[in-house]
């Protein structure tokens, strides 16, 4: 009767910690296999290699190619790329959904403006023509 009887605090606790530690392996593995198919993924639509993947989950990925940055993440069994630019009037950071290297070269063509930036941009056009409206009435 030397061995003292585990309690049931214990045992729970012991059995959580368990739990996580096994919770947290398979979502390391998870989170690396995305990050493979990502790669892959990404190499078949854009035709290139990236330089640098940073797994982030299970279902989101940053990759890195030729000076730009992608976030990729799994939506409805797919993947889904993300540019990530510049908005040309503040300089946040805005994303852009491409599916093709004609998608992509369509996102660095266009100018690239924030959500927040637009809707200054049209408050500020709005209270112009409201301002033109009573001057005229």
Known sequence: ?????????????????????????????????????????????FETEPERITAVSPNECHLECDGLKFRAVMTRGDFRFYVLLKCEKCQRTTEKWVTSLLSLGEALTEQCICFECREAELKSMMEAVSERGEEEG
Request: glycine share 2%; charged share 55%.
């Open 1 to 45: 009767m030397g061995k003292k009887k585990e309690r049931l605090i214990e045992k729970a606790l012991r059995t959580y910690r368990e739990h996580l530690e096994f919770r947290r392996e398979v979502e390391k593995k998870e989170t690396q296999k995305f990050a493979e198919e990502a790669r892959k993924e990404f190499t078949q639509r």
